[in-house]
């Protein structure tokens, strides 16, 4: 039994414990958590159906995936454009109770419609099973933390790459599509449009990109992202572009020290908020609680953003297996914003941080110019 069939059949185990016959499944990324199949369907359907009574697995897809889906080991039906999934998916579920969980996006209207009409057609008694599903996904196992290790070495690799191109004179879209460049070049599957905000401009944690050119003496802040082969890793750091003023230099070791304060409140088993709240306090007692204006981090897997919201206020617990990012930022309008990023695995012993092979103390941050 491959690690794809186990965890189908976690999910089956879960549907006969709570009185459910079937599951249809057709969210991209949960799709390939179970299949282990990487598709993008736009608006065609695809999905897996689950029956918990027979044991029977039916993953369904376009037709055009025919070469991707010689990955997936389950019984299967392609359909052309034209034909109705529906006459696909008939025999499989009528007369069942189902869990269903649809596709985000664009994908997400026409499941939602074909979701209507499934039940429209069948009078089926449905359950949602999104916050199933996340929550099984919340805990990465040892096959996904391998996948994990894997992006974010590419990530590191990333940042290394546009460390040594870093100058005055540059523009921060020139360097954004060196990014996305060495993104492909180094295997990567996707991308988040990096985000390099140099100066006054990255007082705004989530800013664009713009034609500005980088200056002597300030610093640049780059968040950057990358799924390689479908798992995601994401990183901030902070560069500086010769010697940093002292309130830079000051900010920056805030951040270090907030950012070590939350790894160390990664314990399994206590509440996540105190991740976020053992950073803030940090923040605050050196007077700049104000320009920490977001949650410490957020859950990476197969989505670059999901499950847990690393917030102030989350009480559920950490797990073993958790994998979040952590990224502390200070900004201040009309001078400059930093962050520092990087991703923590939990574990009974504390946190594994993938994230450690591309430095971020002060000395390798400031750029010789």
Known sequence: MDIYEKRRQSICEWLCGHD??????GEPRTFLYLTGVAISPAERFMGIVLDARNGRHVAIAPKLEELNMRKCSTEQYLFSDGEDPLDILEPLLKDRK?????GGGFQEHYSMALG????QR?????VYLTDLLNQIRLSKDETELMALRESADKLCQMFEFIRKRLAPGKSELELSMDMFAETYRLGGTDYMIPCILSGTAAASPHGQASNKILQKGEQVLIDCSIDYQGYWADMSRTFFLGKPTP???EVFQVLIEAQQAAFDAIKVGEPICTIDQAARRVIEKA???PYFNHRVGHGIGLSIHEAPSVDGKNQNLILP????????GIYIPGEFGMRIEDDAYATEHGPLILSEGMR??????????
Request: aromatic residues 14%; charged residues 20%; glycine residues 12%.
């Open 116 to 119: 209507k009409r499934i039940f």
């Open 20 to 25: 459910l016959d079937a599951a249809l499944i």
């Open 321 to 328: 297996g958790m994998y979040h990012s952590v990224e502390p």
């Open 247 to 249: 309130k830079m230099r």
């Open 360 to 369: 971020r103390d002060l000395d390798y941050m400031v750029l010789p110019f």
């Open 122 to 126: 069948y009078g089926l008694n449905i």
């Open 287 to 289: 007077g700049y609680g």
């Open 98 to 102: 189902i869990g269903v969980q649809m």
